[in-house]
């Protein structure tokens, strides 16, 4: 029986990268040979187990045969006699199928890996030496989510390119109706982690070229090619404007609910019932769905609430719900700013709207809500009055943080 490191820590570890992930491929055993060994069974689809003491997952080595379309159509062989190569030929890109075995003495949650035992038959370390996605073999046609895996792939490794004959090679696979089969939960599965890579503009510039993104994500195709709104830059049309606002987005680390407003907020501007649509076809997490549906709903007031006397801006932060849920109006402003300097020329400059917005609403928050309700109440108000007269306080409130902002700065002018 022998052990391999294989994947993505052999690939990281290649490249000067902090190894996260340790993914053990097991050859030469049986399921009860490691059972027998305090392994524990987990593989639903194959044999995968956990280990005894370190709880990281060990798979047999396998093959696979696709039997139908889409990415449940497989028949996996999992037996002592297949070998370590065979295995390696199953996975998508050279990169990625490359194995070596552990440092000995390696602890739990340090493992080190033995850079002189790689076993690379297929090319992995060329290509990563040239900074080429490049699929393993033909069979990679049988699996359609690896389309969205290279492309996901292209978003982390932004100075990678896809190899002519994958790109081909998806290109068909999408001509033949292959992305079809993809179900709702892979696409988004993928797609989320694709907007958390550090350049997640090229896992939609993969996808567009070879046809895919047109199949799953039709709402978004639709904006290259289209002019810009006024409001932007006239030469960007809309998609690669998009772009810009999601590599702001990776640039000022924002979390996922923020990264998926800013690739919803154009689809918004005509319509939020496009975004519902297009939730509920990938079942988008709550989280995203309604801090995109804000976004894409308040951004045109957001960026121009400078101009906003202290009504207005209270009517803002009780339509983005910021008083019930601050944390996520601070996401919002986020969101916000990424779409501001996502605008051509507009990469560095500052976007004073979020912390004015955040200032107007700590003022606002500072009004003691229960005493108001009580003078309310002893008033003989109820229901819609009571309520009133929380805003009204609210805005008196953002209306003095105004008057004392304004002073403070014609001080700091002078005469």
């Known amino acids: 029986m022998d052990i391999f490191i294989v994947g993505g820590a052999v690939r990281d570890a290649l490249l000067g990268l902090e190894v996260a992930d340790h993914d053990w491929v097991v050859v030469g055993a049986t399921p009860e040979e490691l059972t027998a060994q305090g392994y524990l069974p987990v593989g639903k689809d194959f044999p995968v187990f956990l280990h005894p003491q370190t709880r990281q997952e060990y798979a047999l080595a396998r093959t696979e045969r696709n039997t139908a379309r889409g990415y449940r159509g497989f028949e996996v062989y999992a037996a002592p006699d297949v070998t370590l190569e065979q295995d390696l030929a199953r996975r998508d890109l050279t990169i990625n199928s490359i194995a070596a075995r552990a440092l000995p003495g390696s602890a739990e949650g340090r493992i080190g890996i033995d850079l002189d035992t790689l076993v690379d038959p297929y090319g992995g370390r060329r290509d990563l030496a040239g900074k080429v996605l490049r699929h393993v073999t033909e069979a990679f046609r049988e699996d359609p989510v690896r389309i969205l895996r290279v492309a996901r792939f292209a978003a982390r490794f932004a100075d990678f390119t896809v190899a002519p004959e994958t790109m081909a090679l998806m290109q068909g696979m999408v001509s033949d109706g292959e992305v079809d089969a993809l179900v709702a939960e892979r696409v988004w599965q993928e797609l989320g982690r694709g907007l958390m890579e550090n350049t997640p503009s090229r896992m939609f510039e993969v996808l567009r070229e070879c046809g895919a ?108 719900d910021a008083f019930r849920k601050p944390q996520r109006f601070g996401d919002v402003l986020l969101a916000c700013e990424c779409d501001a300097r996502g605008r051509l020329g507009l990469k560095n400059p500052a976007y004073p709207q979020r912390q004015r917005l955040a200032q107007a609403l700590q003022a606002a928050q500072s009004v003691a809500t229960p005493m108001v309700a009580q003078a309310a109440q002893a008033a003989g108000l109820a229901g819609p009055e009571i309520g009133e007269m929380i805003h009204t306080a609210r805005v008196q409130a953002v209306q003095a943080w105004l008057g004392a902002s304004t002073a403070q700065t014609d001080r700091a002018v002078g005469p």
Request: glycine letters at 8%; one cysteine or more; hydrophobic letters at 45%.
């Open 213 to 320: 993104l047109r199949k799953l994500l039709p709402e978004v195709d639709k904006f290259w090619g289209i002019g810009q709104r006024a409001e932007c830059h006239p030469e960007v049309d809309a998609g690669m404007h998009l772009m810009r606002v999601l590599d702001m987005s990776a640039q000022l680390q924002a979390g996922l609910p923020v990264r998926f407003a800013c690739l919803m907020i154009k689809l918004g501007s005509d319509s939020n019932l496009i975004i519902k649509g297009f939730c509920e076809r990938l079942r988008v997490p709550t989280d995203c769905r309604e801090l995109a549906d804000v976004v894409a709903r308040e951004h045109g007031n957001i960026h121009r609430s400078a101009e906003f006397g202290a009504a207005a801006l209270v009517q803002l932060l009780e339509r983005c």
